[in-house]
């Protein structure tokens, strides 16, 4: 926990010491819940790319899972036992570590699924965006198999330019489609979750894990990710927007810290103001030109 010299004077870092979850990212999970109360009526659940562990503490507090099976945690990394948690060590985009998560809800479909799974960042954000969607793509065709009708996926996403593809993509299996950021998400990161509820995969659906998710050909008429797919989903804030803010330092005075990603102001911007203005000098035709081509050749 806390590796950068950032986690280490923030409070939610030593919130969560105080109250031995293994992350700060604990309080996200939470936060989600104090809005959406995310773990009502919920018995089963999945815990994807969970290491070191704090949402699988939180889930196995919070839904009670006592009974090992009613969270499964998956990581590439070996991860301390957490009591009432199932671990599997393995890659989520492999088709063995799928097939193993599938197997222990079958028979019992999740309520459930929650993917914390980020890139190493390179601080490029299109490129950090990209890689994140295509990381949570393999998550969301796993949940495909172990989420019951009417179940909750939750996911890391990074909101960048072209994030709204990837909620059009949440939507084909999923009723609602939502964009959240708890208070103990740096405000300064581009990080956010999408909380999607109701899952209804399209008429025809099924879930196969040897090609990518939206590869799928399916025989109702199903036609959403056709024409402008780009939508706009609700925004919401989570967690008592009184409480500690993350980006505060302890014991420092409150230091504003600008997004890193501000909104975009292409390059274009000043020259779109002057044409509205109708002060963009004219293109000219070749003839209007007072001076051609040839008179520009050097002599
Ligand atoms: N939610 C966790 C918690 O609260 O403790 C933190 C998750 S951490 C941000 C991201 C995790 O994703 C890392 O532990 C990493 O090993 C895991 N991960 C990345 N790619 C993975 C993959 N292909 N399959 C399984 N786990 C993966």
Request: with cysteine; aromatic share 8%; net charge negative.
């Amino acid at each position: 926990m806390g590796r950068t010299s950032k986690d280490k004077g923030e409070v939610y870092y030593h919130l969560a010491k105080e109250k031995g979850w293994r992350a700060r990212s604990a309080f996200k999970l939470l936060q989600l819940d104090e809005e959406f109360q995310l773990f009502q009526g919920v018995t089963w659940a999945v815990d994807l790319c969970a290491a070191p562990g704090s949402w699988s503490q939180v889930l196995s507090q919070k839904i009670g899972g006592q009974k090992p099976g009613q969270v499964v945690a998956v990581d590439l990394q070996a991860m301390a036992p957490l009591p009432g948690v199932l671990q599997i060590q393995g890659d989520i985009t492999q088709l063995s570590t799928a097939k193993e998560i599938i197997q222990y809800f079958e028979g019992c479909p999740a309520d459930l699924v929650v993917c914390d799974r980020a890139p190493d960042v390179t601080g490029l954000h299109d490129v950090d965006e990209y890689m994140q969607a295509q990381l949570l793509l393999p998550a969301l065709n796993i949940a495909t198999y172990v989420l019951k009708p009417g179940g909750c996926f939750v996911a890391k996403i990074f909101r960048g330019r072209d994030v709204t593809l990837l909620y059009s993509q949440l939507r084909v299996f999923l009723s609602s489609v939502l964009c959240a950021k708890p208070k103990s998400s740096w405000n300064s990161s581009i990080e956010a979750l999408t909380v999607c509820q109701g899952y209804d995969p399209p008429e025809g659906f099924v879930p196969d894990l040897t090609k990518p998710l939206l590869e799928h050909s399916y025989d109702s008429d199903f036609k959403q990710l056709d024409g402008p797919i780009h939508i706009i989903v609700p925004f919401v804030t989570c967690g008592d927007l009184s409480t500690y803010d993350s980006d505060r330092k302890d014991g420092s005075e409150y230091k504003y810290t600008p997004p890193t990603q501000p909104p975009i102001s292409p390059p274009y911007q000043e020259a779109c103001k002057m044409k509205k203005k109708g002060q963009l000098a004219k293109e000219l035709h070749p003839q209007e030109c007072p001076i051609s081509r040839v008179d520009m050749l050097p002599q």
